[in-house]
């Protein structure tokens, strides 16, 4: 019964900030890692971003240097802080939860981050 709940998604012009934030439920168990993925239309699922339980990030190149992923404070909570947002950054982005043991990925809903001119 994990769930994985993804907030923060909206409408901004070209050049602004969002925060999504991702929280996991219904395990005791912390993450291997998390991550953000995005699709826009006709295009593939992509990864954005994604960090390890111990912290260490990684980025898309289409991202670096203007998206941070972060742990929250909260057991198994990640956030992504999206500055100077452009238009093709417009997709529905995926926040996914990697456990361990059994191995097993979890999907949240998406939420629409768009962007416009």
């Known amino acids: 019964q994990v769930q994985v709940v993804e907030s923060g998604g909206g409408l901004v012009q070209a050049g602004g900030s969002l925060r999504l934030s991702c929280a996991v439920s219904?395990?005791?168990?912390?993450?291997?890692?998390m991550g953000w993925y995005r699709q826009a239309p006709g295009k593939q699922r992509e990864l954005v971003a994604g960090i390890t339980s111990g912290g260490s990030p990684n980025y898309s190149d289409s991202v670096k240097g203007r998206f941070t992923i972060s742990k929250g404070s909260a057991k198994n909570t990640v956030y992504l802080q999206m500055n100077s947002l452009k238009p093709e950054d417009t997709a529905v982005y995926y926040c996914k939860a990697r456990m361990l043991e059994p191995q097993n990925d979890y999907w949240g809903q998406g939420t629409q981050v768009t962007v416009s001119s």
């Open positions: 219904g395990t005791m168990f912390s993450f291997y890692t």
